[in-house]
């Protein structure tokens, strides 16, 4: 799992000055919540923009005259001391001349202080002039700490409205939790729900139930996949310098191995004829280190449309680090280096000077 603390990360980028904070990320009301986290570690006021709304500092009303974000912008601009200022769906207008001017000066008049933008946006589109002053922050998926309250929230709500039984036993919770590892916080919750009214009770079902609706979401969406991991090593012919040194490297990944200093496995590279149990050897790993196995599908990666794959790589590799500790299994990893005699109407990353060539 990540031990990113967003909390932490942002507000050392506030007080290290920077103007421009460029946040990658779909989940905007937990963005929100954040940044009203760190405005009160420092001690600083919150402003949030939206063209709906117009500019208004938090909790209160909006300023006038503040819809249309060059407006927004000016008036942050006769805004004095320091401040955080959150600008919502702001990447739709950083094509524009006037739009990245304004900033442009914000960024002289910030230097000094602790006064920031914060743009937040599910894309990187951060132009050019703006690249030296603009910190970019991709906000990771929820660990456990974010998803322990939100768990215990739905099962109360749920158990209360519905008048269902909780047969889960305390010590099956943190089972519970680190299934929704490698969601949001939405779909967490909805994952949840759905799960637990399916049944019409909380039990040992509800993890499996939970698992599958994962599965199926984070397939439809990207292009990583995860599956159970039912082969053991004893299916697995031969191999014996490959069996004992998953053996001796399980240690590194206990909590004494991590309290003892032990360095974690990074991976391992399988290679051979098809047919030789490489796909086996993935499975039985996670099994036989009790892991969560995730399939990387690279025949999906790679798209015709320039900058596709790059984001479906960033996402995919989000969600793993969000799974994580975990077996990440990338199946005939070849695909990802496309020849350079392909044509210029294949994938994206190949037009982008990604394709492997030296």
């Not at 943190?174 to 969601?183: D, E, F, Q, T």
């Not at 995860?226 to 014996?240: D, I, N, Q, T, W």
């Not at 099994?287 to 990666?301: G, Q, Y």
């Not at 798209?303 to 790059?310: A, T, W």
Request: hydrophobic residues 40%; charged residues 25%; neutral net charge.
């Amino acid at each position: 799992m990540s031990d990113q603390d967003p909390r932490r990360e942002l507000a050392l980028l506030v007080n290290s000055a920077y103007p421009i904070i460029y946040m990658e990320t779909w989940e905007e009301a937990r963005a929100a919540a954040i940044l009203e986290d760190v405005a009160e570690d420092l001690r600083v006021p919150l402003y949030a923009w939206a063209v709906t709304t117009g500019l208004a500092r938090a909790g209160g009303a909006p300023i006038y005259n503040t819809h249309e974000p060059a407006q927004a912008l000016a008036t942050v601009s006769t805004l004095t001391g320091d401040g955080l200022f959150l600008l919502k769906d702001f990447h739709k207008y950083l094509d524009q001349d006037v739009i990245v001017r304004k900033l442009r000066d914000l960024t002289q008049e910030f230097r000094r202080e602790r006064r920031s933008v914060i743009i937040t946006s599910p894309v990187v589109n951060i132009p050019i002039e703006l690249e030296k002053d603009a910190a970019r922050f991709s906000l990771g998926l929820p660990g456990e700490a974010e998803l322990r309250p939100l768990t215990a929230a739905t099962v109360r709500e749920l158990m209360g409205k519905y008048h269902l039984k909780n047969e889960l036993h305390s010590a099956q919770m943190p089972a519970l939790v680190r299934s929704l590892r490698g969601l949001t916080l939405d779909e967490a919750r909805r994952i949840l729900t759905q799960s637990i009214l399916e049944k019409s009770s909380l039990d040992i079902g509800t993890i499996e139930l939970v698992h599958e609706g994962k599965t199926k979401l984070v397939k439809d969406q990207g292009v990583i996949e995860f599956l159970k991991p039912e082969a053991a090593l004893g299916s697995v012919g031969g191999l014996g310098r490959l069996k004992g040194w998953l053996e001796k490297r399980r240690a590194a990944l206990s909590p004494e191995g991590a309290r003892f200093g032990l360095d974690p496995p990074k991976g391992i590279l399988i290679f051979g004829v098809q047919g030789c149990g490489k796909s086996l050897c993935a499975k039985a790993v996670a099994r036989e280190w009790n892991l969560a196995l995730l399939k990387f599908d690279t025949s999906r990666l790679l798209e015709k449309y320039i900058g596709e794959s790059e984001k479906n790589l960033r996402k995919s590799l989000q969600v793993a680090e969000a799974v994580a500790p975990a077996v990440l299994w990338i199946d005939e990893i070849e695909k990802m280096f496309p020849s350079a005699a392909l044509s210029s109407d294949v994938d994206g990353a190949s037009r982008c000077g990604c394709s492997g060539r030296s």
